[in-house]
Nanobody, 123 residues
Framework: QVQLVESGGGLVQPGGSLTLSCAASGFTLYNYRIGWFRQAPGKEREGVSC????????FYRDFVKGRFFLSSDDAGNTVYLQMNNLKPEDSGVYYC????????????????WGQGTQVNVSS
């Protein structure tokens, strides 16, 4: 059974940090690209970052570059998204998803999604 489970979200003040986890089961993350997306209230779902797990290459949207960092744990079959210097506009539901094709910013390229974890950045 293919499954992706996000965790680590919560409430944080502007300038604070959170680390999100994406735990995979039913497949090996090493063989896939794993993307992170987020959706704020009233907004479309947008790509945030992506990792190509077979070679470790990572990609980031400009609005998170230098603040968000991806890593993977092959033994634990888990991808992590470290988020630093968080801003109110970073708030939203964060999803991880897998793609066998590419690290695209298009949600249509991903065949399985997690349930999402809520991130609220507020004073």
């Amino acid at each position: 059974q293919v499954q992706l489970v996000e965790s680590g979200g919560g409430l944080v003040q502007p300038g604070g940090s959170l680390t999100l986890s994406c735990a995979a089961s039913g497949f090996t993350l090493y063989n896939y690209r794993i993307g992170w997306f987020r959706q704020a209230p009233g907004k479309e779902r947008e790509g945030v970052s992506c990792i190509k797990n077979n070679d470790g290459n990572t990609f980031y949207r400009d609005f998170v570059k230098g603040r968000f960092f991806l890593s993977s744990d092959d033994a634990g079959n888990t991808v992590y998204l470290q988020m630093n210097n968080l801003k109110p506009e970073d708030s939203g539901v964060y999803y991880c998803a897998r793609s066998k094709i590419s690290c695209s910013w298009s949600p249509d390229r991903y065949d399985y999604w997690g349930q999402g974890t809520q991130v609220n950045v507020s004073s």
